[in-house]
């Protein structure tokens, strides 16, 4: 388990900012990881689960209505394919299994987007566990089959009605009602955010998209990407395609953040391109915050990237250089939404609808190959889309 750092840091990031209370779930959670993910037995169902239950190896398709108006080679990693129709089951699954293994038949879950509420709900249903899910009133409104979804398989739906009412104020509550259920649930984090252990063990699950698409890469194209372009709200889809590539340097590895009206405006969720360091929600990561260390209101149109943090790994190579950072609006985002749908009869969820607007902004070299992580389908915006 050398991808999960003992020190729980990446260079200044990262970190266990948490109430005593949760000290002994987050050792115990490490604890398990380390010796249990690496046994064949759970190597074996969690396997298992992702190729005949989740529909895994998802496909690398080359887009080529895309490629000719671009003058880019573009691939895409169709995670949207996965089942429930994003990225998000493959962190859910493992760390159910987790639970499982813990003994803690309750789970917590907290959702923006309502994918990973989805993702959670469906992977205690396949596995008996109790589900409760915060979500933003905010996003209830925008995401709601999302929330349907999740009733229907069982999940219970705390609306939160304060702050924002987004998904960083669902990640508070849930954070809250973990402090005093420590003992019997377990909380699924949807991100590469949160105290160690939990942005490793969320880029553990997710790291699949990236040894797949690299294989799969090599095998149809030959070689390396020149780009790996993704979306990034907390960074899970972004941490799970990057991992395989940041060896290489010759590959460029382009994170593609909300600029909501316009970074000028201040009503944006570009917090690796216009935040600073910070302590949010148990970790030191790049944030959007005043003078005062206040915490600032994020937009997007997009609730998956409506979020004023980011992932402390990603801080970490963003610090360094290994990434480089774009923002995208959200009228750039719902152009490029009707474009990829209208030429490849793809309708990509409104977080990935960023990455693919990249592709017409971004000064990528001419000529290049690039490799954009689908993240998710669109099905959960058709009502932000019908009314656009």
């Not at 960074?235 to 009206?261: D, T, Y």
């Not at 009228?331 to 990509?348: F, M």
Request: with cysteine; proline share 5%; charged share 20%.
């Amino acid at each position: 388990m050398r991808s999960i750092p003992r020190s729980g840091r990446f260079g200044e990031f990262g970190g266990r900012y948490v109430p005593d209370t949760l000290f002994g779930a987050l050792e115990t959670l490490e604890s398990v990881v380390r010796s249990v993910v690496s046994t064949p037995s759970f190597r074996r169902e969690f396997r298992n689960l992702l190729i005949h239950y989740v529909g895994r190896p998802t496909p690398l398709f080359f887009a080529k209505t895309l490629s000719q108006e671009t003058g880019y080679s573009v691939w895409l990693k169709r995670e949207d394919l996965c089942h429930t129709g994003a990225h998000k089951i493959n962190n859910a699954i493992g760390q159910a299994l987790l639970a499982r293994h813990m003994g803690k038949k309750r789970i917590i879950a907290e959702t923006g987007a309502g994918q990973h509420g989805v993702a959670v709900a469906t992977a205690c249903a396949l596995l008996g566990l109790d589900c409760v899910v915060y979500m933003g009133a905010e996003d209830i409104e925008r995401q709601a089959p999302n929330v349907f979804r999740m009733q229907y398989l069982g999940a219970t739906i705390v609306p939160v009605t304060s702050g924002s009412k987004t998904l960083k104020d669902a990640t508070t509550e849930a954070i809250r009602d973990w402090l005093k259920t420590v003992e019997t649930s377990h909380y699924i984090i949807g991100s590469v955010v949160g105290p160690h252990p939990y942005p490793s063990v969320v880029r553990l699950f997710q790291s699949v998209i990236g040894r797949e698409a690299r294989y799969q890469f090599r095998q149809r194209v030959g070689g390396l990407p020149d780009y790996v372009v993704a979306c990034v709200g907390g960074g899970s889809n972004a941490m799970g395609i990057f991992h395989s590539f940041i060896p290489f340097s010759g590959v460029g590895l382009l994170a593609v953040e909300a600029a909501g009206m316009g970074i000028d405006s201040g009503q944006h969720a570009a917090s690796l391109g216009h935040g600073s360091p910070g302590v949010l929600h148990g970790a030191m990561s790049y944030l959007l915050q005043d003078s005062d260390g206040q915490i600032s209101l994020a937009h997007s149109v997009s609730a998956g990237l409506d979020y004023p943090g980011v992932g402390p790994e990603l801080s970490y190579l963003k610090s360094i250089g290994r990434i480089t950072t774009c923002s995208i609006t959200d009228r750039d985002a719902l152009n490029a939404s009707k474009w990829v749908s209208q030429t490849e009869g793809i309708i990509p969820a409104l977080e990935t609808s960023h990455a693919f607007a990249a592709l017409k902004s971004h000064p990528f070299k001419p000529n290049s190959s690039i490799l954009l992580n689908v993240s998710g389908r669109g099905d959960k915006d058709l009502r932000t889309l019908m009314n656009d």
